[in-house]
């Protein structure tokens, strides 16, 4: 079931979306050569917790950090560690905080350094899928019109879009109804209708879209050691359109 979420409800989501973006911003802004994801993660963390969230991440399902960092071939759910991040490197962050009861979830791929002209070209590819997805998302549109204009844009590109991870409803839990797949045929799947909450987030490999999970139980890489990129935002559909909750 799709939760319509009250205006009260939208408020938290929007407060904890307003934490996430911050920190995305501050990652944004300080992120050089030499940094260790740990680093990453302790400034993340910090924060979130400085502006009055919780890290939503932290201790769900056993995940040991406030921030996922995914570098290069990662896709996913990368654990920050002792890694120290390169020039050259592509570092995705994702990060989810709860306020009050309500969550918010985002994630951005940042370049470290000078990244290839392909690397660059694959992050703002995924940027622009993010953004015809969040285009779809209108009172009346059918569910599966968002993941129909992501693959499109991510296939036109010559890249591919990751199957085996999809966008999700969020706001009273952080994982909620209904999945939202990256891809798919138009005009099928429920009707969006105002109040629904969504976190919209295409993951675009550079080469096959296969992924597997290594032995940590967490990170997902790509299977042909291709780069992947990963952008996400959570939406509230309103009577004119959407909002994007997660801004910075
Ligand atoms: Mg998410």
């Not at 992050?123 to 993010?130: C, P, Q, Y």
């Not at 939202?180 to 005009?187: C, Q």
Request: charge should be neutral; include cysteine.
């Amino acid at each position: 079931m799709i939760i319509i979420k009250s205006s009260d409800e939208i408020k938290r989501i929007r407060e904890a979306g307003k934490i996430v973006g911050t920190a995305i911003k501050k990652i944004e802004n300080l992120i050089e050569p030499g940094m260790t994801t740990a680093e990453i993660d302790d400034i993340v963390q910090s924060t979130i917790t400085k502006m009055g969230g919780r890290p939503a991440f932290k201790g769900y399902r056993g995940f040991p950090a406030s921030a996922c960092v995914s570098v290069n071939e990662e896709v996913v759910h990368g654990i920050p560690g002792s890694r120290k991040i390169r020039s050259g490197d592509i570092v995705g962050i994702d990060v989810g905080v709860e306020y009050q009861g309500c969550y918010a979830d985002a994630a951005a791929t940042f370049p470290v350094g000078k990244i290839s002209e392909q690397a660059s070209t694959l992050i703002n590819v995924t940027r622009k899928a993010l953004s015809a997805g969040i285009e779809k998302c209108v009172v009346g549109n059918k569910l599966y019109d968002i993941s129909h204009a992501i693959q499109k844009v991510v296939e036109n590109a010559g890249f591919s879009i990751v199957r085996d991870f999809v966008g999700h409803g969020v706001g009273l839990k952080l994982h909620e109804d209904p999945p939202i797949p990256n891809y798919g045929l138009p005009n099928r799947g429920p009707t969006l209708k105002k109040g629904m909450v969504f976190a919209i987030e295409p993951m675009v490999n550079m080469g096959n879209y296969s992924v597997k999970i290594l032995k940590n139980n967490w990170t997902v890489v790509t299977c042909d050691g291709s780069l992947s990129a990963h952008f996400e935002h959570t939406v509230v559909i309103t009577p004119e359109g959407s909002d994007i909750l997660t801004f910075w």
